[in-house]
């Protein structure tokens, strides 16, 4: 049986390249397409199972070799003969299989063969591309930046998603606090996912306008994100802590997409020995049901995170309604792909709100009514916390004696031991 291919090619090796396949005993040309919108209507035509493109076509990015994914076609790349820079795009829009327009009939049956199979497991390209190999746009670099392209973990780093219900509970305090603490075993990356209230640049006193995570995922989906990339965006405020800040205004949630907000968080584990990422709180994925099934989701950075990460760390307030948000939140959790590692914090803890010695009443409710029993606490300490913002510092900086700042000592003990994931950098 033959197999269709579409092609979108744009070199003067275009011809040799059809010729090529229609050597093959196995593949035939169903279509050889203008342009990018001539390919994906012929992909959604179901005129194709396997799409070539160069790297050059104008507009080929992430979203629209997703949209390629999602008809069933899997994507190979094709370069002219020494285009060095073409194949380096192809590959860091995620494609595996490149082959140059003068290749031979059989090879090129092989690798679409290979191609093929893959389609059985074809999902959303990911970021198998992102290489740490600086070279086209990494001419005016910083040296600080390179200096991770010369020792980068030897082990991907771990992902920690901290989320948890509306309300507030403390997710960004958390997440910040945290990673804080995590800088001191090893190289951290906090990144803000939160597309509803990103708050991360602001209590760092980073600049409001800091490209940050709106500027990778636009990087992601152009093929050019890569580990360098990501060190220019995610400046170092302490030793061992980076941050890639979040979107600055909220309307501008549609810039972080499922397939970018992947590959970011995956290019992060090689800068990371850590990575803790700030989520929003909503999991509803309400435009699962929409037949516009491409169309950007407010939720998917939140629920990418959720799904790439190792581990989850809820985070609910410890007054009356917290702590119920906090259990229909976890609740919540169940319909959504989400690390089996999980633990909960009950943030804000005071007596004021749920009577004297409020850690054993919070355990009791919680174990009673959710039949949680691993939790951790973090005191209630709005004057510090206040203070901290003020001053952009973490507690670890800012009130390394506090009694908040060293619940989120303990706190981290429980990541930090799940040691050893990487190869601490030397430090310049
Ligand atoms: N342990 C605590 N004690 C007192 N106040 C706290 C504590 N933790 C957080 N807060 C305060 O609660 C407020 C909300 O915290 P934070 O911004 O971390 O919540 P969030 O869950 O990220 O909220 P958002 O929905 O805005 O993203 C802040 O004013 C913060 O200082
Ligand atoms: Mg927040």
């Not at 309307?251 to 989520?279: F, I, K, M, N, P």
């Not at 989701?297 to 799904?307: F, I, M, Q, S, Y």
């Not at 119920?324 to 590692?341: E, F, I, K, Y």
Request: hydrophobic content about 45%.
């Amino acid at each position: 049986m033959s197999r269709p291919v579409v092609t979108a090619l744009t070199g003067p090796g275009e011809s040799d390249l059809v010729t090529a396949l229609g050597a093959t005993a196995d593949y035939t040309v169903a279509r050889r397409c203008a342009d990018l919108p001539d390919l994906l209507a012929a992909a959604a035509a179901g005129l194709g199972e396997v799409a070539l493109v160069s790297p050059d076509l104008r507009s080929l990015d992430r979203s629209a070799l997703h949209e390629l994914a999602s008809h069933g076609v899997v994507v190979g790349g094709v370069t002219e003969p020494g285009d060095e820079l073409g194949e380096r795009r192809l590959r860091q829009l995620g494609l595996d299989v490149v082959v140059r327009t003068d290749i031979p009939a059989p090879d090129l049956e092989d690798l679409l063969d290979g191609l093929v199979r893959e389609r059985r497991s074809l999902a959303a390209p990911t970021g198998g591309g992102a290489q740490a190999d600086g070279g086209a746009h990494g001419s005016e670099a910083d040296p600080e930046d390179l200096d991770v392209l010369a020792a980068p973990p030897a082990a991907p780093g771990r992902v920690i998603a901290v989320w948890g219900p509306a309300g507030a509970p403390g997710r960004s305090t958390v997440a910040l606090n945290l990673a804080a603490e995590l800088a001191v075993h090893g190289p951290t990356l906090l990144v803000d996912c939160d597309t509803y209230g990103s708050s991360v640049a602001q209590a760092l006193g980073l600049l409001d306008e800091a490209p940050g995570m709106a500027a990778a995922c636009r990087a992601a989906d152009q093929g050019t994100f890569d580990l360098l990339a990501l060190a220019r965006l995610a400046p170092e405020v302490s030793p061992d802590l980076r941050v890639l800040t979040g979107i600055p205004r909220a309307d501008r949630w549609t810039e972080l997409r499922a397939a970018s907000v992947a590959q970011v968080l995956e290019v992060a584990r090689q800068l990371g020995a850590y990575v803790v990422v700030d989520c929003g709180f909503c999991v509803e994925d309400d435009e699962e049901l929409s037949y516009d099934t491409l169309a950007p989701r407010r939720n998917a950075a939140t629920l990418v995170a959720l799904e790439s990460a190792d581990d989850l760390l809820v985070v609910g307030a410890g007054d009356p309604i917290g702590l119920q948000r906090l259990v229909r939140a976890v609740q919540d959790l169940g319909s959504v792909p989400s690390p089996s590692s999980r633990r909960v914090v009950v943030n804000k803890v005071r007596a004021s709100a749920v009577g004297s010695r409020p850690e054993r009443r919070i355990a009791d409710a919680l174990g009673r009514f959710a039949g949680m029993d691993e939790l951790s606490y973090l005191p209630w300490d709005q004057a510090t916390l206040d203070a901290a913002m003020f001053a952009g510092k973490s507690l670890a900086e800012y009130a390394p004696a506090s009694e908040l700042r060293r619940a989120f000592v303990g706190l981290t003990e429980a990541y930090a031991a799940v040691e050893p994931r990487y190869r601490r950098r030397r430090r310049r």
